[in-house]
């Protein structure tokens, strides 16, 4: 019998079909037996292309950040705006895979940001942040943005609608009131959080100057 002119299976076909297998049905419905059902292939074939259930994950996660397209180049002038602008873009892709959103905790793929993360410290050197400030941002903004859009897809794939859920003005009247009187919902919620966070961290004062551990060895021998 001839081999077929094509292969069965490419990695990024099966990890494609992951992704729509848990878009569906959750992470925890996946498996490499239901991925293999899916491609009308035997399990055993699969890992000939990767170790196992984990490193398909992890490229389900990968896939899934791949998907966020890089704004516009940033300019100076709106240098803080470029950020709200990646975060929101960021935002938006978990979003439409709030099944998967889970992945993105447990797989988090910093490093595959490596590149991202020197261009984002160049820049804040050339728009002139001081550069005790980069790792404060640029760890917040992960943290910020990761933490608000895993959180919104968690509620979005179990059905919560609201910013507090099951708030009782009664049981609550502070945070009813909060509610009430808060301007800003969904996607123009986020993006004042990440605006705020970044302008409340360019406007802090100087942080004292750090010693590291070998300028105090020196000093207390």
């Given at each position: 019998m001839p081999r077929p002119s094509q292969p069965l299976i490419t990695r990024e076909a099966a990890i494609r079909t992951a992704l729509e297998i848990i878009d569906k049905d959750?992470?925890?419905?996946?498996?490499?037996?239901?991925?293999?059902?899916e491609m009308g292939v035997k399990a055993p074939s699969l890992y000939h292309h990767f170790?196992?259930?984990?490193?398909i994950?992890?490229?389900v996660a990968?896939?899934?950040?791949?998907?966020?397209?890089p704004?516009?180049?940033?300019?100076a002038s709106r240098w803080q705006e470029w950020f709200v602008d990646i975060a929101t873009r960021l935002r938006r892709v978990v979003l439409s895979h709030p099944k998967a959103a889970p992945l993105l905790i447990e797989y988090f793929p910093r490093g595959y940001f490596l590149s991202t993360y020197e261009r984002s410290a160049l820049?804040?050197?050339r728009v002139g942040v001081p550069v005790e400030f980069h790792a404060l941002l640029l760890d917040g903004l992960d943290k910020l943005s990761f933490g608000a859009a895993i959180m919104d897809a968690t509620a979005l794939s179990n059905g919560d609608t609201g910013l507090f859920p099951g708030v009782d003005p009664n049981r609550d009247p502070a945070?009813?009131?909060?509610?009430?009187?808060?301007p800003w919902t969904g996607e123009a919620l986020f993006k004042e959080s990440i605006r705020r966070f970044v302008q409340g961290v360019v406007d802090a004062p100087p942080p004292k100057p750090h010693k590291s551990k070998e300028s105090r060895s020196r000093r207390s021998g």
């Amino acid at each position: 019998m001839p081999r077929p002119s094509q292969p069965l299976i490419t990695r990024e076909a099966a990890i494609r079909t992951a992704l729509e297998i848990i878009d569906k049905d959750g992470v925890a419905a996946f498996g490499v037996q239901r991925l293999a059902a899916e491609m009308g292939v035997k399990a055993p074939s699969l890992y000939h292309h990767f170790e196992g259930k984990e490193e398909i994950l992890t490229q389900v996660a990968r896939m899934i950040i791949r998907e966020v397209e890089p704004p516009p180049s940033p300019t100076a002038s709106r240098w803080q705006e470029w950020f709200v602008d990646i975060a929101t873009r960021l935002r938006r892709v978990v979003l439409s895979h709030p099944k998967a959103a889970p992945l993105l905790i447990e797989y988090f793929p910093r490093g595959y940001f490596l590149s991202t993360y020197e261009r984002s410290a160049l820049f804040l050197q050339r728009v002139g942040v001081p550069v005790e400030f980069h790792a404060l941002l640029l760890d917040g903004l992960d943290k910020l943005s990761f933490g608000a859009a895993i959180m919104d897809a968690t509620a979005l794939s179990n059905g919560d609608t609201g910013l507090f859920p099951g708030v009782d003005p009664n049981r609550d009247p502070a945070l009813s009131a909060a509610i009430e009187a808060n301007p800003w919902t969904g996607e123009a919620l986020f993006k004042e959080s990440i605006r705020r966070f970044v302008q409340g961290v360019v406007d802090a004062p100087p942080p004292k100057p750090h010693k590291s551990k070998e300028s105090r060895s020196r000093r207390s021998g």
